[in-house]
């Protein structure tokens, strides 16, 4: 019971605006012109205070799914509910928009092409990126991932972390290539993966 609600309440806190600022998010403007600011004030006061108390569960979930067989889209799932628990809204929308773990897409801080990035044909824990969608577009030449050694990145260091402690294989094998370097399939410049992923999801 106490996983559902976190996870459900995880996703809905992930995809809130993380400059959304008291005494009520920009975006409710209209509504509080229906409904008047006092409303809108309280119950945005009281969704902060619910966010909080939800927050307070995570060792419970985290125990709970490390000593319990679940499936990896739901590891994957409260993993994204941890992070938007900390504040983390961008890597949360990125974990739950790539919910399957096998494939990525990343944004060249060059020219501005998509980079798609997928695990190698018969090694899955190699990421590679590619110039275009490999679904579409077999037989392209793929280029190799520099695997990072360690997580200079904080939130990969956490994210790392937070994945062994409840098992959770396919991103914590995935991490460091995703935290790695490549070379741009399409401008041939030297990129940083990690940033070049989360750029797509900058709000």
Known sequence: MHKELFINCGI???????????????????LAEDVGSSVCTGLYREYVEAIGKLRVLTKEVFTLTAQHSIDEIEKRYILVADAAYRGSYIPANMLMTLSNGDEYVAVCPACEEDVYIWPNEDHAEILQAFEHDPVFHTGQESQPIAPAASFADEEV???????????????????????????CP?????ISVWPSLLSTFTM
């Open 157 to 183: 260091r956490t994210l790392a972390e937070r994945a062994a402690s409840i098992g959770e294989r396919t991103l914590a094998r995935h991490l460091h290539h995703l935290a790695g370097e490549t070379i």
């Open 12 to 30: 809905i806190e992930a995809s809130r605006d993380g400059r959304d600022e008291a005494p009520f998010p920009a975006s409710w403007t209209e």
């Open 186 to 190: 399409s401008c041939r410049e030297r």
